[in-house]
Structure formats: structure tokens, C-alpha cells
Nanobody, 125 residues
Framework: QEQLVESGGGSVQTGGSLRLSCAASGRLISYAMGWFRQAPGKEREFVAAITWSGSTTYYADSVKGRFTISRDNAKNTMYLEMNTLKPDDTAVYYC???????????????????WGQGTQVTVFS
């Protein structure tokens, strides 16, 4: 059974940076990948996605210009560089594998076939 393992979460002050990683036990090539997050009391929301080749990326409006998604298919790893973090970014961040297609500029969580266990990101003021 394939596993996705997130790492890199933590606590950071407003304006700080974190880099999340998502390591897969299987191959990532041929699959779109995504990052989602869920804050307490809120639904899981799309953050960013990247096509299998890495040639196209998608971002939620709330993170555009601050977050960067990337991938290294040779290492079966995906990343999320998060800069200028805000308290509203506080959430559990999940990586996901296997999205089918974007809907507008977003990717439906229900389309992804595999999920990691999540990593907590806390931004304090």
C-alpha cells in the first residue's frame, strides 16, 4: 500500500517561512500532486497543485505569491515552500497524489487517490 509522508511543519512567527516535503513510497511520475490544508472547525481546502511534469502549477488565491509548489520525480518527493506566513495559514497540511484535472484554478480533493497523514503548521503573531 502506497504511503505519502509529510514533514517540515512546525511553529513560526508571522512573516516567517517553512518548507514542507511529501515523500512517496511509490513513483510520483505520471501523477498530478496537490497540497491541501484543514484548519480547526473548517473544511479541507485546496492550497496548491502541480502537474506530473511540474510544468504547470496552480494556487489558491489566498497563497498565491507566497507559496511555491515543486516536485522532484527522481526522488518521489513534492515540496511546498511557504513564505510570508500569516496566522490564517495555521492548519494541518496534507499532500495528495493522483488528481485528475483542475476545476477552474482549483483541484477537487475528492479526485485525489492517496493522502498523507498531515503535518501541523502553526503561525503565531
Amino acid at each position: 500500500q502506497e504511503q505519502l509522508v509529510e514533514s517540515g511543519g512546525g511553529s513560526v512567527q508571522t512573516g516567517g517561512s517553512l518548507r514542507l516535503s511529501c515523500a512517496a513510497s511509490g513513483r510520483l511520475i505520471s501523477y498530478a500532486m496537490g497540497w491541501f490544508r484543514q484548519a480547526p472547525g473548517k473544511e479541507r481546502e485546496f492550497v496548491a497543485a502541480i502537474t506530473w511534469s511540474g510544468s504547470t502549477t496552480y494556487y489558491a488565491d489566498s497563497v498565491k505569491g507566497r507559496f511555491t509548489i515543486s516536485r522532484d520525480n527522481a526522488k518521489n518527493t513534492m515540496y511546498l515552500e511557504m513564505n510570508t506566513l500569516k496566522p490564517d495559514d495555521t492548519a494541518v497540511y496534507y499532500c495528495a497524489k493522483g488528481g485528475r484535472a483542475p476545476v477552474g484554478n482549483s483541484w477537487p480533493a475528492a479526485d485525489f487517490r492517496s493522502w498523507g497523514q498531515g503535518t501541523q503548521v502553526t503561525v503565531f503573531s
